[in-house]
């Protein structure tokens, strides 16, 4: 691991690279995230047999009718409040905890009622009255959001296999002006099967490495966030569900993680046997 870190090293000239292909990343994680939460208005309207104008109106109906409620409960305690007599009242904490809860309802209801709103707006505007045309016409926007999604991954894929190949072609440079400097009594002694080892299958294996740490290491949370985001705002008590089995998975893959990392290194060991027959 100590060394592995150390080659990573070379990669630094090249964090520009990098930082571009994070920002992609980003983006493909927000066109994933659309292209999935985009669906889910579409098939409650389609289940409940009625066009996306009026699913959005009957939504905007209930969040104002939770806004009014939640408006009520906070001017009730507000009024409780101000009637309480002026020494300190037994009533008044569960009174101010009951305030605050509805005050934080009130906020959450207000800002899904604006977001409603907004969704009416556009849907009013760019979408037909018709299901299936809503549906041919969200279907194409997913297509789109789809093929950026694939093109933004397939910048940060490039930009990392650039910072990779170019980190090693750095290393292998270093390395080979080390090892023409080494004593011929070294190679005649140790052979040459552990340097041909090094050339050739442990750097594939840097590479493998540094390629899985740059791009999948940092462009699978973020689409793993994504998509957390947009289940929460399908189903969160699914999604919590779900995230209290991760830490279990997490265990288990951990687990794995180990014995691969012993079986890498048997793998490697053998390789540099075999290069000593072949010599």
């Not at 462009?219 to 991760?246: D, H, K, N």
Request: with cysteine; net charge positive; aromatic share 10%.
């Amino acid at each position: 691991m100590k060394n592995f870190l150390r080659a990573l090293r070379c990669a630094w000239p090249y964090r520009g690279r990098l930082i571009l292909s994070v920002v992609c990343a980003i983006i493909a994680a927000i066109f994933w995230g659309l292209t999935l939460g985009a669906i889910y208005p579409v098939l409650q309207a389609l289940e409940k047999e009625k066009s996306l104008q009026q699913w959005v109106e009957i939504k905007i109906g209930d969040a104002r009718k939770d806004v009014k409620g939640c408006k009520e409960h906070v001017e009730e305690i507000q009024r409780q409040l101000e009637e309480l007599p002026r020494q300190r009242d037994q009533r008044e904490p569960a009174l101010t905890s009951d305030l605050a809860r509805f005050e934080s309802r009130l906020a959450t209801a207000s800002r899904k009622l604006n977001l409603y709103l907004s969704a009416e707006k556009y849907i009013n505007k760019f979408l037909p009255t018709s299901c299936f045309k809503t549906l041919a016409v969200i279907f194409c926007f997913v297509v789109v959001g789809v093929a950026f999604k694939g093109f933004f991954e397939f910048c940060q894929e490039a930009l990392v296999g650039s910072v990779v190949n170019l980190s090693l072609f750095d290393l292998r440079k270093r390395f080979y002006r080390n090892v023409i400097h080494l004593d011929v009594n070294h190679f005649s002694e140790q052979g040459t099967h552990e340097l041909m080892a090094r050339f050739t299958n442990d750097m594939e294996m840097l590479g493998t490495g540094t390629k899985t740490l740059f791009g999948k290491v940092v462009a699978e949370p973020l689409r793993a966030f994504a998509c957390v985001v947009g289940a929460c705002w399908i189903s969160w008590q699914l999604t919590l569900l779900f995230l209290v089995l991760v830490p279990l998975a997490l265990f288990v893959l951990t687990k794995v993680g180990r014995i691969m990392k012993r079986a890498t290194r048997r793998l490697l060991e053998r390789m540099s046997n075999i290069y000593k027959i072949v010599q």
